[in-house]
């Protein structure tokens, strides 16, 4: 609870930097990129959990509790995918976006 | 009486149509010979078995002859809407019976030796017989619907059997004229009988020709530009029956219906397909004679008095022989057409149908056997034309004899059959109308001259060396010669007057001394003109010839019908007519059509861009679809 | 005072959040977005949850920043300018983003929240304790689950990094 704030203005920042990683995700040509703005995503939700949490139900901590999960599964889902976009670095020698595209049939 | 095994006439040859044409590679050709000319045997006996128990068994009931019928339902739509199939024995159609199956049997004997050796062989005798079912059926037809399925039958046959050598392009041509040609007659049948049908209440031959029945009683009801609906109908069914029996303007398929082999042109366009339409009139004649007092009965009679008169004027140019007794055979239908249009109803004054069925009947068996015999001819000395042929009397006597008779015969000559009926047609027409007597009379010299034309050009005239020498037939080919030409003298003793008439009822025929005596005198003009000119070989044809000018080469063209028929179809129909039409058809219709199914695989083109295989399309699509589906449904702000 | 200071940082957080999402240098996106979790763990530290916004700092900006890092330098010519995507797709995707905002913040602020009147720091033993408790409230089992998840991570991470030498 922070003085002075009200959960509204929280959540409007919350939903403009979800936002705002939605589209760099639905606009960058690069892998790399593109996992970035996904972290965005991730973290303006992990916000949420908490702002909500603290400010309505101070008494549990489920929220607490979800975003200590996310930044857990954010970071090892990030691992992974700085693995995977090495790998195919090693393939194809780019992480452009538009090199992934060939469906198998 | 029972008539019901009469169903078994049409069925055999069908049977028999079948069992050769499934078994088409199997059979060898000797035995389907065989099987052919057994199944016309039986037909044949069956034929003769109800001519005898109709005529002489059952006999006239207080003088009238009977009208047996047996119905099948076929087809129901509703309770009062149905089609039915049957039999329907009365005088006509059981003499009809007779003449088809005698000259059937005939062609199948004279067949097995003609097409020997022929590599069609079995589908040769599979298509006789399903001719014979099919004309059978036709002769037996019980409703208007029923003869309209035969005629067709009929003449899908006539098309099968003229195309036979379908290598060759001419007959290919030849078989397809005749089917274009009949099936453009036949839409005016179909549509003559749907009026019938809707305005006389009925399909049913007794039913329509009922003189106190509805249909006839009430033909004035509806009129359509000053004819009665019915006339009309009845002259629609005229020019299907003109169409069939190659009368003028509708008979240019039938000279190049020679293509086929001879036994076809014996079976088929002299004996039985080419009478349907004279058979037709008959069979509606009460109609023909009482709905507007005859109108249409009239056209009939001036249709074949013209008819007659033309063929008879191109049979003399010809020097085809085939070709010459196809116009012959479309003068003599003329002949036929002409009797039955001046004929009455009632006793003696309808002995123009009576002379119309005599002549029917005498005709087929003397132009059967000049059929069989030109084939003969033909098969001896390979070629059709009389520049070929000559001095044949002396190598093929058996052909010559028979030949000459049924030269006589046609020729009106005392004694021989065609004399008699001849003469009845033409006693008939001087009662009701001399002009068309004259012409009648005119036709019978020309008759008799050009048919001696080619038996002295044949068996007399040059003396000529063949390389070949030309050898009789065989037996199997000279019997049904023989038996035909005996049939060419009897059948004018038959008392045709006792047994078909047109009000059921015989009446007594007299001969007509002056009037036969001077027919019998045009005939022998006729035979001592084409004696002169042609017994022995001399420039005097050639002279006279020339001396007929124009008049003679326009005959020899055939008055240049099929030109003016090609010309008005190539020019004017196909260009002016058929070709916006199939303009429209391909581009407007297809091109209905391929926009329907273009425009779905563009759209099909266009969505396939959505499974692009980009992530981002998809997570584009996934984003926007939750959101709008959010405003929609959740918030309900429509967009 | 913290009015002001949460609209500094939120104003921060958002200006770089646009910038690491349009930058056409690739570490310069990166350095913007570390700014960003940097921002993150400032609210973090606002509403009084330290434990978190030392985690976020610890493991975000120092682990999963650091990795894209080397990522970047490994796979990429760092002087090398990104392409943009076509204008067109630029246009669609801000449409929907901004639609989905509007919606999104028309729910919030249609919302009647209420916040509650008591309370409480966030303790750390506090959490601890609860993510070890099976009683009401306790996280366990999702507990379990991610240190699952964490060991597959792991053993996934060595075998794509591995490659095909794993074969042979």
């Known amino acids: ?105 | 009486m029972d008539f019901s095994y009469t169903a078994l006439i049409p069925l055999i040859p069908l049977a028999v149509f079948l069992l050769l044409g499934m078994n088409y590679t199997r059979i060898k050709p000797a035995v389907s010979g065989w099987i052919g000319s057994l199944g016309l045997l039986v037909t044949l006996l069956l034929s003769y078995y109800t001519a005898y128990q109709y005529f002489f068994v059952v006999g006239k009931v207080g003088e009238v002859y009977q009208t047996f019928t047996e119905h099948w339902r076929w087809m129901t739509f509703t309770d009062t809407l149905y089609i039915d199939m049957g039999v329907m024995i009365d005088q006509i159609s059981v003499m009809m019976l007779v003449v088809v199956s005698t000259i059937s049997f005939m062609v199948h004997l004279y067949s097995r030796g003609y097409m020997k050796g022929d590599g069609g062989y079995t589908k040769f005798f599979a298509f006789l017989s399903l001719f014979t079912f099919s004309m059978m059926g036709l002769v037996l037809a019980v409703n208007l619907f029923q003869i309209y399925i035969f005629w067709e039958l009929v003449g899908v046959s006539s098309f099968l059997l003229i195309g036979y050598y379908y290598t060759k392009p001419s007959a290919v041509s030849a078989a397809k004229k005749a089917f274009i040609v009949t099936r453009f007659a036949d839409l005016g049948f179909l549509i003559g009988i749907l009026i019938i049908g809707y305005y006389g209440g009925s399909f049913d031959f007794v039913t329509l020709v009922d003189p106190e029945g509805s249909a006839i009683a009430n033909w004035a009801s509806t009129s359509f530009m000053g004819l009665s609906v019915i006339t009309w109908g009845l002259i629609l069914i005229f020019m299907g029956g003109a169409g069939k029996s190659a009368m003028f303007p509708l008979h240019i398929w039938l000279p190049d219906a020679m293509e086929g082999p001879t036994p076809v042109s014996a079976l088929i366009h002299a004996a039985t397909m080419v009478v349907a339409g004279v058979y037709l009139v008959a069979r509606l004649f009460p109609m023909y004679y009482f709905v507007e007092s005859g109108y249409a009965l009239n056209l009939v009679a001036w249709v074949g008095a013209f008819s007659a008169l033309f063929a008879a004027v191109i049979a003399l140019t010809q020097n085809d022989i085939k070709r010459v007794l196809a116009y012959s055979t479309m003068s003599q239908i003329g002949y036929m057409m002409l009797a039955l249009g001046v004929s009455g109803y009632e006793g003696h004054d309808g002995l123009g149908y009576m002379s119309s069925m005599f002549h029917l009947f005498t005709h087929a068996m003397f132009k059967g056997l000049l059929f069989l015999a030109a084939g003969s001819i033909i098969h001896a000395v390979h070629s059709n034309y009389l520049k070929d042929m000559g001095s044949l009397r002396k190598y093929m006597p058996v052909t010559h004899i028979t030949f000459l008779i049924a030269a006589l015969s046609i020729s009106g000559f005392p004694g021989f059959a065609g004399f008699f009926s001849k003469d009845e047609i033409l006693v008939a027409a001087y009662e009701h109308n001399p002009f068309i007597y004259l012409i009648g009379l005119l036709v019978a010299g020309m008759t008799a001259f050009y048919m001696f034309r080619i038996y002295f050009g044949i068996f007399w005239g040059e003396d000529r060396k063949y390389e070949h020498t030309p050898h009789e037939s065989p037996v199997s080919m000279t019997f049904p010669l023989v038996f035909l030409a005996a049939m060419s003298i009897l059948t004018g003793y038959i008392p045709f007057s006792s047994l078909v008439t047109a009000d059921h009822m015989p009446f007594e025929a007299h001969l007509n001394y002056p009037l036969a005596g001077l027919a019998v005198g045009v005939g022998l003009i006729g035979i001592g003109l084409a004696y002169l000119l042609y017994k022995k070989p001399s420039d005097l044809p050639e002279r006279v010839s020339k001396g007929f000018g124009n008049l003679y080469t326009w005959a020899y063209h055939k008055f240049y019908f099929d030109e003016l028929y090609l010309f008005i179809t190539k020019e004017i129909i196909f260009k002016r007519i058929s070709a916006p039409f199939a303009w429209f058809d391909r581009n407007v219709v297809d091109g209905t059509m391929n926009l329907i199914g273009n425009s779905t695989v563009a759209g099909s083109k266009g969505i396939r861009k959505l499974q692009s295989g980009r992530l981002q399309d998809y997570a584009f699509a996934f984003i926007a679809g939750a959101v709008i589906l959010a405003m929609l449904f959740i918030y309900n702000w429509i967009i | 005072m913290e009015r002001a200071l949460f609209y500094i940082i939120a104003l921060i957080m958002v200006l770089y959040a646009i910038k690491a999402v349009t930058s056409r240098k690739m570490l310069r996106s990166v350095v913007y977005l570390l700014f960003v979790l940097t921002g993150i763990a400032g609210i973090y530290f606002m509403v009084d949850y330290t434990f978190m916004a030392a985690v976020q700092l610890a493991v975000y900006a120092g682990g999963v920043i650091v990795l894209i890092i080397f990522s970047v330098l490994l796979v990429h010519h760092i002087e090398l300018r990104l392409d943009v995507s076509k204008l067109s797709q630029r246009v669609m995707a801000g449409v929907v983003s901004i639609l989905g905002l509007v919606l999104t913040l028309y729910a919030i602020h249609t919302y009647d929240f209420v916040p509650s009147a008591a309370q409480q720091p966030i303790e750390v033993s506090q959490i601890g304790r609860g993510m070890l408790s099976f009683e009401d409230g306790g996280f366990i089992l999702p507990f379990e689950v991610i240190s699952v998840l964490l060991v597959a991570v792991m053993i996934g991470a060595i075998v794509i990094a591995k490659g095909k030498k794993l074969e042979q």
């Open chain 1, 1 to 105: 609870m922070i003085e002075g704030i009200s959960i509204y203005e929280i959540l409007t920042l919350t939903s403009i930097l979800f936002f705002i990683g939605v589209y760099g995700f639905l606009t960058r040509k690069n892998l790399i990129t593109m996992l970035l703005s996904i972290e965005l995503i991730l973290n303006a939700s992990a916000i949420n959990f908490v702002v909500i949490n603290t400010y309505l139900y101070p008494e549990n901590l489920q929220g607490v509790y979800f975003s200590v999960f996310m930044v857990a599964i954010a970071a090892a889902e990030t691992a992974l995918a700085v693995a995977i976009i090495i790998n195919l670095y090693k393939l194809i020698t780019s992480v452009e976006v538009k090199d992934t595209e060939i469906m198998k049939y």
